[in-house]
């Protein structure tokens, strides 16, 4: 059988059928209902993380291993890029032993593509400093399992228009009816080109994206409650009083006064007294280590669609998604 190569660079790169694909499989392997036979015996993945991971780096590891390819990992500094290789001489390398590349950088999706250049190995963005793209398909996936849908739901996120935000905001306006708020502290909202394209695609998708930067007013009838730790790893902020301008965004119980019946996610590691109280990430309301469980469910599910054919027809799942232009 001849292996497929794809790549997942950033969210905007999967069609929509992709997108669907990738979280029927993901809630599949979930509900132990997909095939987790070694379907991708015989491929080695490289595991390279240039910055801390215990959840994606844990996900994709042992995701790789059951299905039964065999991996190995490389350290921040273990690749000769430190010594001012080129980032395309490397993949030139790599790409002649590696059959997957899963890859947490400090650098621009550009880097990634890079890599994903030569052809033969198949790239997957674990983390870039602009998009967490497999953290919005972990995310997609706890929500899908949860509430048996995506269209129509109401997502409240607090906090940094990070690496995550980016990502979520580019993979919720794919579907229908969903409603997106992002509450951000000023100056540290979505970057332009990502909310630009997202909004593009709510428009197609008659989803409804929108910012701000208080906590004041509004907020009732949300689904879901979501925030981030306020220091992403290996970033810095601009402004020295910053945790000043962060302080009210932090999630408290009061938020569940509108939205009683709304579940709270993050994505983890979490800062208890910071971006959020301890009793709501620690509460009832709080899915965020399911959360964490399905990052391997998706990581499985990716690696899968990157290496493996689709079927011709897939199996519907209970949420649809509208093409958007790709």
Same mark, same amino acid.
């Given at each position: 059988?001849?292996?497929?190569?794809?790549?997942?660079?950033?969210?905007?790169?999967?069609?929509?059928?992709?997108?669907?694909?990738?979280?029927?499989?993901?809630?599949?392997?979930?509900?132990?209902?997909?095939?987790?036979?070694?379907?991708?015996?015989?491929?080695?993945?490289?595991?390279?993380?240039?910055?801390?991971?215990?959840?994606?780096?844990?996900?994709?590891?042992?995701?790789?291993?059951? &299905?039964?390819?065999?991996?190995?990992?490389?350290?921040?500094?273990?690749?000769?890029?430190?010594?001012?290789?080129?980032?395309?001489?490397?993949?030139?390398?790599?790409?002649?032993?590696?059959?997957?590349?899963?890859?947490?950088?400090?650098?621009?999706?550009?880097?990634?593509?890079?890599?994903?250049?030569?052809?033969?190995?198949?790239?997957?963005?674990?983390?870039?400093?602009?998009?967490?793209?497999?953290?919005?398909?972990?995310?997609?996936?706890?929500?899908?399992?949860?509430?048996?849908?995506?269209?129509?739901?109401?997502?409240?996120?607090?906090?940094?228009?990070?690496?995550?935000?980016?990502?979520?905001?580019?993979?919720?306006?794919?579907?229908?009816?969903?409603?997106?708020?992002?509450?951000?502290?000023?100056?540290?909202? &979505?970057?332009?080109?990502?909310?630009? &394209?997202?909004?593009?695609?709510?428009?197609?998708?008659?989803?409804?994206?929108?910012?701000?930067?208080?906590?004041?007013?509004?907020?009732?009838?949300?689904?879901?409650?979501?925030?981030?730790?306020?220091?992403?790893?290996?970033?810095?902020?601009?402004?020295?009083?910053?945790?000043?301008?962060?302080?009210?965004?932090?999630?408290?119980?009061?938020?569940?006064?509108?939205?009683?019946?709304?579940?709270?996610?993050?994505?983890?590691?979490?800062?208890?007294?910071?971006?959020?109280?301890?009793?709501?990430?620690?509460?009832?309301?709080?899915?965020?280590?399911?959360?964490?469980?399905?990052? &391997?469910?998706?990581?499985?599910?990716?690696?899968?669609?990157?290496?493996?054919?689709?079927?011709?027809?897939?199996?519907?799942?209970?949420?649809?998604?509208?093409?958007?232009?790709?």
């Amino acid at each position: 059988m001849t292996r497929q190569v794809r790549h997942l660079i950033s969210i905007s790169d999967l069609t929509d059928r992709d997108c669907r694909y990738i979280l029927d499989q993901a809630v599949r392997f979930a509900d132990r209902r997909a095939d987790s036979r070694p379907m991708l015996d015989g491929l080695v993945a490289g595991i390279y993380f240039r910055k801390t991971s215990t959840r994606t780096r844990a996900a994709f590891s042992v995701g790789a291993l059951r &299905l039964g390819a065999r991996i190995v990992t490389f350290g921040p500094d273990d690749l000769q890029t430190n010594t001012r290789e080129t980032i395309d001489d490397t993949a030139r390398v790599l790409s002649g032993m590696l059959d997957i590349f899963v890859a947490r950088t400090t650098g621009s999706t550009e880097e990634l593509r890079a890599f994903s250049a030569p052809g033969e190995m198949r790239v997957i963005n674990a983390m870039s400093a602009v998009e967490h793209p497999t953290q919005a398909l972990a995310d997609l996936t706890t929500m899908l399992r949860r509430f048996g849908r995506l269209d129509g739901l109401r997502v409240l996120y607090v906090g940094e228009g990070n690496s995550t935000a980016a990502a979520l905001a580019l993979a919720l306006t794919r579907f229908s009816g969903v409603e997106l708020e992002l509450r951000t502290p000023a100056g540290y909202g &979505l970057a332009e080109d990502v909310r630009t &394209l997202a909004a593009k695609q709510a428009a197609l998708s008659g989803s409804l994206l929108s910012e701000r930067h208080d906590m004041t007013g509004g907020g009732e009838g949300f689904d879901v409650i979501y925030t981030t730790r306020w220091q992403t790893t290996g970033t810095s902020k601009p402004d020295h009083d910053w945790r000043e301008l962060f302080a009210p965004f932090r999630v408290s119980s009061e938020l569940w006064r509108a939205s009683p019946q709304a579940i709270f996610m993050h994505d983890l590691p979490a800062h208890r007294g910071q971006e959020v109280t301890a009793d709501v990430l620690d509460g009832p309301a709080s899915i965020a280590f399911d959360q964490a469980q399905n990052k &391997l469910y998706s990581a499985m599910a990716v690696l899968t669609w990157c290496s493996l054919p689709q079927p011709a027809e897939m199996t519907p799942a209970a949420y649809t998604a509208t093409e958007a232009a790709q």
